[in-house]
Protein backbone atom coordinates (compact mmCIF):
# COMPACT_ATOMS: atom_id res chain seq x y z
CA UNK A 1 0.00 0.00 0.00
CA UNK A 2 1.12 3.77 -0.54
CA UNK A 3 -0.20 6.32 1.40
CA UNK A 4 0.41 10.10 -0.67
CA UNK A 5 -0.66 13.57 0.72
CA UNK A 6 -0.34 16.56 -1.23
CA UNK A 7 0.49 19.83 -0.42
CA UNK A 8 1.43 23.35 -1.67
CA UNK A 9 -2.05 24.71 -3.91
CA UNK A 10 -2.96 27.72 -3.54
CA UNK A 11 -4.68 30.89 -4.86
CA UNK A 12 -2.07 32.39 -7.25
CA UNK A 13 -2.22 35.28 -10.26
CA UNK A 14 -2.02 34.22 -14.20
CA UNK A 15 1.80 34.21 -14.67
CA UNK A 16 3.05 33.60 -11.18
CA UNK A 17 4.40 30.22 -9.96
CA UNK A 18 3.38 27.27 -7.01
CA UNK A 19 5.12 24.32 -6.03
CA UNK A 20 3.13 21.31 -5.88
CA UNK A 21 4.90 17.96 -3.08
CA UNK A 22 3.57 14.73 -2.56
CA UNK A 23 4.73 12.92 0.00
CA UNK A 24 4.96 8.55 -0.21
CA UNK A 25 4.53 6.50 2.22
CA UNK A 26 6.96 4.80 1.39
CA UNK A 27 10.17 4.87 -1.11
CA UNK A 28 9.63 6.20 -4.49
CA UNK A 29 12.17 4.23 -5.46
CA UNK A 30 9.89 1.14 -5.35
CA UNK A 31 6.99 3.14 -7.27
CA UNK A 32 7.11 2.21 -10.60
CA UNK A 33 6.24 6.03 -11.75
CA UNK A 34 4.49 8.58 -9.94
CA UNK A 35 2.69 11.27 -11.40
CA UNK A 36 0.73 14.71 -11.32
CA UNK A 37 -3.22 14.39 -12.65
CA UNK A 38 -5.72 17.28 -12.58
CA UNK A 39 -9.30 17.66 -12.95
CA UNK A 40 -11.18 20.78 -13.82
CA UNK A 41 -14.97 21.52 -13.24
CA UNK A 42 -16.72 19.82 -15.63
CA UNK A 43 -14.15 17.95 -17.06
CA UNK A 44 -12.05 14.63 -16.85
CA UNK A 45 -9.10 13.85 -15.47
CA UNK A 46 -6.08 14.07 -17.13
CA UNK A 47 -2.50 13.62 -16.69
CA UNK A 48 0.05 16.44 -16.65
CA UNK A 49 3.82 14.77 -15.74
CA UNK A 50 4.59 11.24 -14.67
CA UNK A 51 8.38 10.61 -12.83
CA UNK A 52 9.67 6.82 -12.95
CA UNK A 53 11.60 5.46 -10.78
CA UNK A 54 14.37 5.72 -13.05
CA UNK A 55 14.15 9.46 -13.41
CA UNK A 56 12.34 9.60 -16.97
CA UNK A 57 9.44 12.38 -17.13
CA UNK A 58 6.98 13.06 -19.16
CA UNK A 59 4.84 16.45 -19.71
CA UNK A 60 1.76 16.97 -21.16
CA UNK A 61 1.72 19.39 -23.57
CA UNK A 62 -0.20 22.09 -22.51
CA UNK A 63 2.49 22.29 -19.95
CA UNK A 64 5.55 21.92 -21.47
CA UNK A 65 8.38 24.77 -20.81
CA UNK A 66 6.38 25.75 -17.68
CA UNK A 67 5.75 22.86 -15.45
CA UNK A 68 8.64 20.67 -14.23
CA UNK A 69 8.24 17.59 -12.49
CA UNK A 70 10.82 15.99 -10.37
CA UNK A 71 11.71 13.63 -7.19
CA UNK A 72 13.75 13.88 -3.76
CA UNK A 73 14.00 10.42 -3.07
CA UNK A 74 15.42 11.15 0.88
CA UNK A 75 12.21 12.60 1.14
CA UNK A 76 9.93 10.14 -0.82
CA UNK A 77 8.62 13.03 -2.57
CA UNK A 78 7.54 14.20 -5.50
CA UNK A 79 7.34 17.80 -6.96
CA UNK A 80 5.37 19.77 -9.36
CA UNK A 81 6.75 22.83 -10.60
CA UNK A 82 4.51 24.99 -12.19
CA UNK A 83 6.13 28.51 -13.65
CA UNK A 84 3.68 31.13 -15.65
CA UNK A 85 0.47 30.06 -14.52
CA UNK A 86 -2.71 30.14 -16.22
CA UNK A 87 -6.17 30.62 -15.73
CA UNK A 88 -6.44 27.11 -17.49
CA UNK A 89 -4.04 25.65 -15.18
CA UNK A 90 -7.05 25.80 -12.37
CA UNK A 91 -8.13 22.72 -11.25
CA UNK A 92 -7.96 19.97 -8.63
CA UNK A 93 -4.16 18.61 -8.56
CA UNK A 94 -3.72 14.77 -7.49
CA UNK A 95 -0.96 12.82 -6.75
CA UNK A 96 -0.74 8.74 -7.97
CA UNK A 97 1.34 6.28 -8.02
CA UNK A 98 1.44 3.21 -10.03
CA UNK A 99 3.49 0.16 -8.25
CA UNK A 100 5.16 -2.65 -10.41
CA UNK A 101 4.09 -6.19 -11.43
CA UNK A 102 0.71 -5.36 -10.91
CA UNK A 103 -0.56 -4.01 -14.69
CA UNK A 104 -2.45 -1.17 -15.06
CA UNK A 105 -2.55 2.09 -12.48
CA UNK A 106 -2.29 4.30 -11.43
CA UNK A 107 -3.16 2.41 -8.14
CA UNK A 108 -2.88 4.68 -5.21
CA UNK A 109 -4.59 8.41 -4.95
CA UNK A 110 -3.99 11.37 -3.09
CA UNK A 111 -6.68 13.37 -2.05
CA UNK A 112 -6.17 16.22 -4.48
CA UNK A 113 -5.14 20.17 -4.01
CA UNK A 114 -6.67 22.78 -5.13
CA UNK A 115 -4.84 25.34 -7.68
CA UNK A 116 -6.73 28.60 -8.73
CA UNK A 117 -5.21 31.02 -11.00
CA UNK A 118 -6.58 34.25 -11.31
CA UNK A 119 -6.76 36.25 -14.43
Known amino acids: QVQLVESGGGLVQAGGSLRLSCAAS????????MGWYRQAPGKLRELVATITSGGNTNLADSVKGRFTISGDNAKNTVNLQMNSLKPEDTAVYYC?????????????WGQGTQVTVSS
Open 26 to 33: RSIFTIST
Open 96 to 108: AATLPMRGGGPHY
